[in-house]
């Protein structure tokens, strides 16, 4: 059974910064593509960044570019999201997700087979 869990969420003045982990288990992540996305009440989940299985390229959402950096361990089956300079309009529960072996990274929630229950994030101003 595939499960993902968050860690690494809390309280951060703004300007601050986090490290977010997301540990998999149930079987091997190496050929998969991993993203990050975030939710504040009432509004869609909102795409942050994903990286490629083959090549650990990434991609990121505007608002984050050049803050936050997404990274991988496929030897202890954990990825990454180092927040830096985080505003407080980066306050949302953020959640990990897998999607399918051998697809690209993508933006979109929905292609996305498996998540983490999610890691609060607060940034006060």
């Known amino acids: 059974q595939v499960q993902l869990v968050e860690s690494g969420g809390g309280l951060v003045q703004a300007g601050g910064s986090l490290r977010l982990s997301c540990a998999a288990s149930g079987r091997p992540f190496w050929d998969s593509p991993m993203g990050w996305f975030r939710q504040t009440p009432g509004l869609p989940r909102e795409f942050v960044a994903a990286?490629?299985?083959?090549?650990?390229?990434?991609i990121y959402a505007d608002p984050v570019k050049g803050r936050f950096t997404i990274s991988r361990e496929n030897r202890n089956h954990t990825f990454y999201l180092q927040m830096n300079s985080l505003k407080s309009e980066d306050t949302a529960v953020y959640y990990c997700g897998i999607r399918p072996r051998f697809q690209p990274p993508s933006m979109h929630s929905d292609e996305y087979t498996y998540w983490g229950q999610g890691t609060q994030v607060t940034v006060s101003s």
């Open positions: 990286i490629h299985w083959m090549d650990d390229t990434a």
